[in-house]
């Protein structure tokens, strides 16, 4: 067994796991402030509804998030001991910072946001949602830092040799915004907000089909789709931006990602779909757009991209897998662009409630936006082998030399057992919190209860017998 393999296939299985709620949460939390503030502004009940029901399925994948991150970390110490010798120097900065300040911000104001409905006023509660985004945000940003300096390092030096080497910070803002950090940076956050806002878009979708909560889910869908709408159309330009920047840093990543094997002195074609053959050097079944590759790369239509055969064999990243995840994630997210604006378009001819199949093209926009999350981590993280700190280190050097393979097999199949319970647990948890729904606005309490009456009537609802009938005396 190939120790190598064995770790990075753990760790490939707890972050996709965990993948799974932080992109979700960010993105929710935008809209829980969109909905919130929309309240405070309109004064209508429905959105103060929203808010309320959005916020209770923020907490579950908060809390699931939190318990999944934890253990990636201790990875980087367990399995990667070499690798994390080489970036202490860079990573003790970026962790640190994300967890003093950015989780403790979101964490620390996280109570008021689930618990303090009724308790402080509906000002305070919006500061405080405001609070919890933002320090998502802000811990988005130390993450993508990280991984960033992995795909183009940048403000460091090499000190040392062999396993003892580590790269030791020279300048650190050229560390911070190396060549791929701002881009990566709204990349990621922008497919966080489309996830969120689809995610949302499927449960109101669903209410809608169902013909429940009406006026509220009509409401949901509407704030969600406009979100939708604006997000899908901003990540396509985030994406071109993106992809000029890994064919000027990351070539082979780029030749990867559309199986360019071979360097022409012609302009170069842009799968849409095929098959790369890695034996032979080309790409079968492949339907292409002629020059748009040469286009989007260099803005013109002379320009050939250069392909694998300018790098080694040895520096290629796995071909057939980079192909399949990159074009997977821009094949899903041109799907919801295209249901994004035609619901749009449908809801300005004030129709698309009349068309049931719109809400199911909605509820299938969710398992696509988790589906091009997922699939463009995994063109991001593979297109850099075979480098784990890209033209640095190499992921077969960035082990741990005294952890056994047995050790690291079992340790795959105990994570596995946990996180098949987990995610069990969190679709119970999800199916029970949306099949009860958002509460009737018509019910909802505003504002803190600071009345005495309201104080001993909530104290009697807490009381035993005896102690409620002198309650009842007092008052």
């Known amino acids: 067994m190939d120790v190598v393999f064995l770790s990075r296939l753990q760790f490939a299985i707890t972050i996709m796991f965990h993948y799974l709620f932080p992109p979700l949460t960010i993105g929710l939390s935008v809209l829980m402030v969109m909905a919130e503030g929309w309240y405070l502004k309109t004064k209508d009940l429905r959105y103060l509804s929203i808010a309320r029901f959005w916020t209770h399925l923020f907490a579950i994948n908060f809390a699931l998030g939190v318990a999944t991150g934890i253990v990636n970390q201790f990875q ?3 399995n990667w001991a070499t690798y994390s010798r080489f970036v202490g120097d860079v990573f003790g900065t970026a962790l640190a910072s994300e967890g003093i300040f950015a989780f403790f911000l979101e964490t620390g104001f996280m109570g008021v946001v689930v618990f303090g409905w009724n308790r402080v006023s509906p000002r305070l509660h919006f500061f405080s949602t405001f609070m919890v985004m933002f320090g998502g945000i802000f811990s988005s940003i130390w993450i993508v830092l990280a991984n960033s300096f992995m795909q183009t390092p940048a403000g460091v030096k090499i000190v040392g040799e062999g396993p003892h080497a580590r790269a030791e910070v020279t300048d650190f803002y050229a560390m911070v915004f190396n060549p791929s950090f701002t881009i990566r940076l709204t990349h990621v956050l922008l497919a966080a907000f489309v996830l969120g806002a689809f995610f949302t ?10 013909k429940r909560f009406l006026e509220t889910s009509k409401s949901m869908v509407s704030l969600s789709l406009y979100f939708a709408a604006l997000t899908t159309t901003m990540i396509l330009f985030s994406g071109d931006t ?5 064919a000027q840093y990351q070539p082979g990543k780029l030749a990867a990602f559309e199986g360019h094997f071979v360097t022409e002195t012609t302009p170069t074609q842009l799968y849409l779909i095929g098959f790369p053959n890695v034996k032979e050097r080309k790409v079968n079944f492949g339907i292409y757009i002629p020059r748009l590759l ?20 040895a520096d290629w990243p796995p071909v057939i897998l980079c192909f399949a995840s990159f074009h997977l994630m821009a094949g899903l997210g041109t799907y919801m662009f ?5 619901g749009v378009f449908l809801h300005r001819k004030r129709k698309l409630y009349d068309k049931r199949w719109m809400m199911g093209l909605f509820m299938l926009g969710l398992p696509s936006a988790y589906a091009a999350n997922e699939a463009g981590w995994v063109a991001a993280e593979v297109g850099r082998q075979p480098w784990v700190v890209q033209g640095m280190l190499r992921t077969s050097q960035a082990n741990s030399h005294s952890v056994p393979a047995e050790q690291v097999l079992i340790s795959i199949v105990m994570f596995s057992c946990v996180y098949a319970v987990m995610g069990v647990l969190w679709l119970y ?14 019910t909802l309490q505003l504002g803190p209860r600071t009345s005495m009456d309201g104080i001993l009537e909530s104290a009697a609802e807490r009381q035993d017998p005896l102690q409620s009938r002198v309650t009842e005396e007092a008052k």
């Open 294 to 313: 040469t286009f989007l790369c260099y803005r013109n239509f002379t320009q050939p991209v250069p392909g694998l055969d300018k790098i080694p064999e």
């Open 429 to 442: 948890a999800l199916h029970r919190k949306i099949q009860h729904g958002p509460e009737d606005p018509a």
């Open 201 to 210: 878009m499927a449960v109101g979708a669903y209410y809608v089909a169902r």
């Open 338 to 342: 295209g249901v994004a604006w035609l």
């Open 242 to 246: 993106h992809a000029r920047e890994v």
């Open 76 to 78: 980087f110490g367990t």
